[in-house]
Nanobody
Framework: QVQLVESGGGLVQAGGSLRLSCAAS????????MGWFRQAPGKEREFVAA????????YYTDSVKGRFTISRDNGKNMVYLQMSSLKPQDTAVYYC?????????????WGQGTQVTVSS
């Protein structure tokens, strides 16, 4: 079983950048597709980005294309989300998760998430 812990969130001005990290435990991590999701206040959780097990394939929701980059380091059991040109509408709690069905399907098991707040 893989356990996930997100970090790196914070308060940033519009146009700024943040790098989120997700630490994964478990030896099966490197065999699993991974994703980032987010949930804004009053809204349902939504898909942000996904990365294949080897890191060779990535997929993004349209609203973050060109601004966010997902990456992973299987040697360190880490997944990252580099966020640039942040907008107030990116404000949300961000979660990483195992992708059970490429690219947006998950098993519904979530960590505590990390809060990202973008001020205008």
């Amino acid at each position: 079983q893989v356990q996930l812990v997100e970090s790196g969130g914070g308060l940033v001005q519009a146009g700024g950048s943040l790098r989120l990290s997700c630490a994964a435990s478990g030896r099966t991590f490197r065999n699993r597709d991974m994703g980032w999701f987010r949930q804004a206040p009053g809204k349902e959780r939504e898909f942000v980005a996904a990365i294949s097990a080897t890191g060779g394939v990535t997929y993004y929701t349209d609203s973050v294309k060109g601004r966010f980059t997902i990456s992973r380091d299987n040697g360190k059991n880490m997944v990252y989300l580099q966020m640039s040109s942040l907008k107030p509408q990116d404000t949300a709690v961000y979660y990483c998760a195992l992708v059970s069905r490429w690219p947006t399907g998950t098993q519904g098991s979530w960590g505590q998430g990390t809060q990202v707040t973008v001020s205008s």
